[in-house]
T-cell receptor, first 116, second 111 residues
Framework: DTGVSQDPRHKITKRGQNVTFRCDPI?????LYWYRQTLGQGPEFLTY????????KSRLLSDRFSAERPKGSFSTLEIQRTEQGDSAMYLC??????????????FGSGTQLSVL | QKEVEQNSGPLSVPEGAIASLNCTYS??????FFWYRQYSGKSPELIMS????GDKEDGRFTAQLNKASQYVSLLIRDSQPSDSATYLC???????????FGGGTRLMVKP
């Protein structure tokens, strides 16, 4: 399978706990994006990487959120001290700024986070 | 005002009819526009892109762009029940390196 892979698919946690999600992009894609989506809403941009560099982060994103892409391949998104408002689907997407263009995002299946 | 606005729907059309989905955006410097389809419980998938004013056709889908009016639309001809999904409009915002999505329009095609 050469699509975007996310792990885990579902995560249930208690308020105040830390959680970490992983995303493996399409192998030849140098850009990786994290979006968050709640029911009935469109995806909301969180952050993006080009290779290993984090180039942009949403101004609305709490300091409790951090993302890494250490070797320019997979990425992790960590949420510290989770709150009930963090409950959402966390979507990873990748693209390439070569060939087909960076704007054609390929999404993974997402990680559904539920904070109790 | 949201940067990208869509009517949440649901938009209900009979099978075989034309479904018309609309989107407005606020950032005049936006250059690229996309329609993604999202089935319930699934992730978004790209179905159309448009960059210049006018119409762009791909099979049963036609995207229309009017930059002066800051308006993008998607027409689906000969709608099928399998087209029932949420359609997300996405715009390349002024930051230049990420897409801003609208809230989506839920389309229901009834047999």
């Amino acid at each position: 399978d050469t699509g975007v892979s996310q792990d885990p698919r579902h995560k249930i946690t208690k308020r105040g706990q830390n959680v970490t999600f992983r995303c493996d992009p399409i192998s030849e894609h140098n850009r990786l994006y994290w979006y968050r989506q709640t029911l009935g809403q469109g995806p909301e941009f969180l952050t993006y990487f080009q290779n290993e560099a984090q180039l942009e982060k949403s101004r609305l994103l709490s300091d409790r959120f951090s993302a890494e892409r250490p070797k320019g391949s997979f990425s992790t998104l960590e949420i510290q001290r989770t709150e009930q408002g963090d409950s959402a689907m966390y979507l990873c997407a990748s693209s390439s700024n070569r060939g087909t263009g960076w704007e054609k995002l390929f999404f993974g299946s997402g990680t559904q986070l539920s904070v109790l | 005002q949201k940067e990208v606005e869509q009517n949440s729907g649901p938009l209900s059309v009979p099978e075989g009819a034309i479904a018309s989905l609309n989107c407005t955006y606020s950032d005049r410097v936006s250059q690229s526009f996309f329609w993604y389809r999202q089935y319930s419980g699934k992730s978004p998938e790209l179905i159309m892109s448009i960059y210049s004013n006018g119409d762009k056709e791909d099979g049963r889908f036609t995207a229309q762009l009017n930059k002066a009016s800051q308006y993008v639309s998607l027409l689906i001809r000969d709608s099928q029940p399998s087209d029932s999904a949420t359609y997300l409009c996405a715009v390349n915002g002024n930051a230049g390196n990420m897409l801003t999505f609208g809230g989506g329009t839920r389309l229901m095609v009834k047999p």
